[in-house]
Each structure stands twice: as C-alpha cells, then as structure tokens.
C-alpha cells in the first residue's frame, strides 16, 4: 500500500484528499480496504470502510481496484496527524 501526498497543509474548512495505491485490486463489495486516523500520542482509529456506502460524516472514501481515496470535507484541527490506510484483501493485512 502507497499513499500520497506524504504530508498535506490545508486550511480550516476546505477539504483534503489523501490517495491509497494498492498492489491488487480491492474489492468494495468485501470492504476490504478501511482508512484509520492517529492523533499525536494515540493508536490508530478506525474512520471508514471502503464499501458501497464509503461515507461518514465528513469522510467519503472513493476510486476502486487499485486506486482508492480518502476525502475529508470542512477539514478541522482536530483532523491533523496521521491517516492510514489498511487492505484486508489478503494477509497478512498492510498499511
């Protein structure tokens, strides 16, 4: 798994997109792809799954096979830190 950008600068209340290259395809139908969020000090937090749905709150995941997307709208600060994402297509599963 490849993200990009590697370190992203918004401002407060636009929105931001971070990019996840899989080596295999994904399957939304299986979620097997989901983005986590880790503050400063924390471990990682679930935020969503790439699936059918692929929204909560601000977060909308988007792109399919190997190229999925993570959007947060009305970027606030607490949304800063770390954001992975995690393939549960096979195992062992992967950052």
């Known amino acids: ?7 992203l600068s918004v401002q407060q209340g636009d929105s931001a997109t971070i990019s996840c290259k899989a080596s295999s395809a994904i399957s ?5 792809l989901a983005w986590y969020h ?3 000090g924390g471990a990682p937090k679930f935020i969503i799954d790439f699936n059918a ?3 909560s709150g601000r977060y909308k ?3 399919y096979d190997y190229d999925l997307h993570l959007t947060i709208s ?4 607490e949304d800063a830190r770390v954001y992975y994402c995690q ?3 096979a195992t062992p599963y992967t950052w």
């Open 61 to 63: 995941g988007s792109g």
């Open 53 to 55: 749905s692929m929204t």
């Open 38 to 40: 880790q503050k400063a």
């Open 74 to 77: 009305n970027v606030q600060a």
């Open 87 to 89: 393939q549960h297509e």
């Open 1 to 7: 798994m490849t993200q990009t950008p590697e370190s």
């Open 28 to 32: 939304a139908i299986d979620d097997d």
